[in-house]
């Protein structure tokens, strides 16, 4: 609190007090006071306004001060309430009264939010599952007619790119509530980077990628969970597959280093790149940069996700790229 913006708002005190003054002066005037004890009361009258506004104002300062303290002490800043002292004025307890209907209030509208968004997410795991059914029945379709036209008219390659927004459908709903649903145990990389090229080999064969898979680890495994690691390196060699260059085969190398005590998986490809000044937006919601639009189907989600899981499993990911060379995406595990 300020004090001379306090003394403005009690201005009316300030008026009173001298209006208590001039009449209480008129008033010796009137019955022949002498002029020094005159001054003496208005100096006594003056002091005494004074001092009970500054009292009031440290009495307000002291009880807002704490409250700000305590707040800003707090993760959950809507606790405050439960952290206060015992009220010893009535100001301070009409504050706390104040504060409890309010974190009240806020639990019952987080509390209605939250099941609004677990109903919610239930629902999409649930669409997810059933939609999956008539996509494996369509491909078995597909596999069973063995036509060369149904094979090169691209059904089965839309196909598998429906079942890939479906499966980031299913992630993205549980993303928020990824510590439900993972178990971190020793992880081989190399077998989930073998599992994820060999769900991709459809589209890889005709592309004529180069797979490069080094000495992973050097045979010591990594701490996480298997199933969130390899949906996040699927996100990035999707980002490749999508982002191959036209004038070359796509590339792509999968190896490790070490960093800071930890191991760093690259993921490399020889793609169009990125823009330098699009490099710090990679991971946000919804950018999908000027390679997305140049007639690319981007959601800008998939990198955004990889981040949010990431963190979610106390994961690091970076990236690096050059327009027109490739790009390198980093996941410290």
Known sequence: MNFPRYLKE??????????LIITTDVFLMTIGGSAPLMIYVAAACAFCCTVCLYIDYR?????FDDVQKRTDALDKKYLVSE???KPESQESEMLLSVLKKAEVSMSDNVANYRRGSEEYRDYIETWVHEVKIPISASKMIIENHGDAAVGESGISDEIERIEGYVEQALFYARSSYVEKDFFIKETDLEEII???ISKRKKTLIPMRASINIGDLTQGKKVLSDGKWLSFIIGQIVDNSIKYASPDRNLKLSFYTTEENGRTVLNLEDNGTGMKSSEIPRAFEKGFTGSNGRTGRASTGIGLYLCRKLCLRLEHEISIESKEGEGTIVKIMI
């Open 10 to 19: 009690h201005a009316y005190h300030i008026l009173a007090c001298t209006f």
């Open 83 to 85: 952290v206060m002292d």
């Open 59 to 63: 009495k307000l300062k002291n009880l």
């Open 194 to 196: 073998k599992g994820v």
